[in-house]
C-alpha cells in the first residue's frame, strides 16, 4: 500500500554541473500536477510534466527544477545585442527623458545577452532532465512506500478493533427479544396494577414483542459490517502495490452507513455504545485513508 504524501529528489550531471528535480506531493482525489522550472528550461519542463504524469496516479504534486553550477567552460557577452538594446533604451530616454541617465545595469535584464561556452547541446539537456526526474520519482515511490507500509499497520490494527466492536455488540443484542419481552411485561404489568377487570393478554404481548424484535433486529447489519471489515482486511494484506485508496475509502463510507443503522435500531445501552466506538473509530480511518493511494 502506497501513501500519496512524499518527497523525492533526483539530480543528473549536465557539463560542469547538474540538472537537478525535486518532487514534493501530499494527498489529492485526482492528480493536481504542478511543474515548476527556470525560464530556460522550457524545453525540458515538458518532458518533466509527461514522466511524472505516467508514473505519479494520485495526489497534489509539486515539480521544481533547476541547474545547478557552471554548465560552460565560460561566459560571453554578446556584444552586438547589448549594443542594439542599449541604443534601443537612449532612443527612448531621448524621446521620453531627455536629461535622464541610462546606468548599464538595465542591460542586465535583456534576455539571452550572455550565453556560456561549452554549454552542452539540447540533446543532452533533455537526456539529464529525464534521468532526474527518473530518480526523483522513484525517491519519491520509496518514500511512499515506507509510509503506506507504515498506514497499513495501524488500519489494520484499528479494522481488528472493529470487528471486536461488531462481536460486542452482536453479544450484547443475542438475548434482546426476552429483554424486550420482560421490559414491556413489566410495563403493562406496572399499568394494569389494581385493575383485576383487565387481564394480560399474553398473545398480544408476544405479538408486540415480536414486531418490536423486528424493527431493532441488527443481525443483517452485523452480518455486512463483518463482510465490510473482511474486505478491508483484504486490501490491506495486498502487497501488491496497486492503488487501494478509493477501494477503502468507499468500504470506510458503507461501514459508516451500517454502524449508523446499528445505532438507530439498537435499544441495549451496552451494544449502543459499541455503536458509537465503532463510528468513532471509522470517523479515524477515514481521516487515515485519505492519505492511502
Do not use: W
Not at 519519491?140 to 507500509?149: Q, V
Not at 478491508?232 to 478509493?246: H, I, K, M, N, W
Not at 459499541?274 to 487515515?288: D, I, N, P, S, T
Request: aromatic residues 2%.
Amino acid at each position: 500500500m502506497l501513501s500519496m504524501t512524499g518527497y523525492g529528489r533526483g539530480h543528473a550531471p549536465l557539463g560542469r554541473g547538474s540538472f537537478v528535480v525535486e518532487i514534493r506531493a501530499v494527498n489529492h482525489r485526482f492528480l493536481d500536477l504542478r511543474v515548476r522550472a527556470d525560464s530556460e528550461l522550457t524545453a525540458e519542463q515538458h518532458v518533466l510534466e509527461a514522466y511524472v504524469r505516467k508514473h505519479v496516479l494520485r495526489g497534489r504534486v509539486d515539480v521544481s527544477a533547476r541547474l545547478e553550477g557552471k554548465l560552460g567552460t565560460d561566459v560571453v557577452l554578446d556584444r552586438a545585442r547589448a549594443r542594439a538594446a542599449f541604443a534601443e533604451l537612449i532612443a527612448l530616454r531621448d524621446e521620453l527623458a531627455p536629461n535622464e541617465s541610462i546606468p548599464l545595469s538595465l542591460l542586465s535584464g535583456v534576455p539571452a545577452l550572455f550565453s556560456e561556452v561549452g554549454a552542452p547541446a539540447p540533446e543532452a539537456r533533455l537526456v539529464a532532465a529525464e534521468q532526474a526526474v527518473q530518480m526523483a520519482c522513484a525517491d519519491l515511490a520509496h518514500m511512499r512506500n515506507l509510509e503506506g507500509s507504515a498506514l497499513a499497520v495501524d488500519l489494520t490494527r484499528r479494522a481488528a478493533g472493529l470487528l471486536e466492536s461488531v462481536e460486542k455488540i452482536a453479544a450484547a443484542t443475542t438475548n434482546q427479544s426476552a429483554a424486550l419481552r420482560d421490559k414491556l411485561s413489566a410495563r403493562l404489568r406496572k399499568l394494569l396494577d389494581g385493575m383485576t377487570d383487565i387481564p394480560l393478554d399474553a398473545g398480544r404481548l408476544e405479538l408486540e414483542v415480536a414486531l418490536l424484535a423486528d424493527r431493532t433486529d441488527v443481525s443483517e447489519e452485523l452480518t455486512r459490517l463483518r463482510s465490510h471489515v473482511a474486505q478491508l482486511r483484504e486490501l490491506l494484506a495486498d502487497t501488491g502495490g496497486d492503488p487501494v485508496g478509493r477501494k477503502l475509502e468507499f468500504l470506510i463510507q458503507e461501514l459508516g452507513r451500517e454502524a449508523n443503522t446499528v445505532g438507530a435500531k439498537i435499544a441495549d445501552a451496552g451494544a449502543a455504545q459499541h455503536a458509537l466506538e465503532v463510528k468513532a473509530e471509522l470517523e479515524r480511518m477515514r481521516e487515515q485513508v485519505q492519505n492511502v493511494l
